[in-house]
T-cell receptor, first 115, second 111 residues
């Protein structure tokens, strides 16, 4: 596609429910990143996928958070047993080989609200 | 790990004036410093970046300066226009999976 696509754009969920957020990177982009943007805060790194390598999960805040990337393309971020502090905008970015950080393209994000 | 601090958190300027946003970083190994602009309802977009072997870079009305000794870098926007109003983020990075962002600056350009 022309850009990084994230769905849904908005999600309201009840505390304790599980949610899945989806990211479709730009075709051909081998690197994919998830960030969390809380109100008034910077972008918090969550997880990084690069090709077929094991993902860097060092930014995941708790074991309720997990992510996978199927076929080296689409990625799903799953939050189990959501808490109110999980409310934030979740941003996905991708970059193509050789571009590294300079080639970062962000999606528009999923605004998650836990009530 | 890297820690990036950004100031101010909000900035209001009159159209035509200049705007300056400053960031400091903690890890002297950081070698890549991008700036992103985030408009309402959109993801951040790269507007300018600088690598550690360069002290200044300019692109039309925007420029970035880097002081590696002091570990700080700044974004300068001249002749501001209302469409420059957005949230601006600085970042510092050593590697692909270690980009750390500042908390953001909400810039408002008043016509």
């Amino acid at each position: 596609g022309a850009g990084v696509s994230q769905s849904p754009s908005n999600k309201v969920t009840e505390k304790g429910k599980d949610v899945e957020l989806r990211c479709d990177p730009i075709s051909g982009h081998t690197a994919l990143y998830w960030y969390r943007q809380s109100l008034g805060q910077g972008l918090e790194f969550l997880i990084y996928f690069q090709g077929n390598s094991a993902p860097d999960k060092s930014g995941l805040p708790s074991d309720r958070f997990s992510a996978e990337r199927t076929g080296g393309s689409v990625s799903t971020l799953t939050i189990q047993r959501t808490q109110q502090e999980d409310s934030a905008v979740y941003l996905c970015a991708s970059s193509r080989p050789g571009q590294g950080l300079r080639g970062y393209t962000f999606g528009s994000g999923t605004r998650l609200t836990v009530v | 790990g890297e820690n990036v601090e950004q100031h101010p958190s909000t900035l209001s300027v009159q159209e035509g004036d200049s705007a300056v946003i400053k960031c400091t970083y903690s890890d002297s190994a950081s070698n890549y410093f991008p700036w992103y602009k985030q408009e309402l309802g959109k993801g951040p977009q790269l507007i300018i970046d600088i690598r550690s072997n360069v002290g200044e870079k300019k692109d039309q009305r925007i420029a970035v300066t880097l002081n590696k000794t002091a570990k700080h870098f700044s974004l300068h926007i001249t002749e501001t226009q209302p469409e420059d109003s957005a949230v601006y983020f600085c970042a510092a990075s050593i590697s692909n999976n270690d980009m750390r962002f500042g908390a953001g600056t909400r810039l408002t350009v008043k016509p």
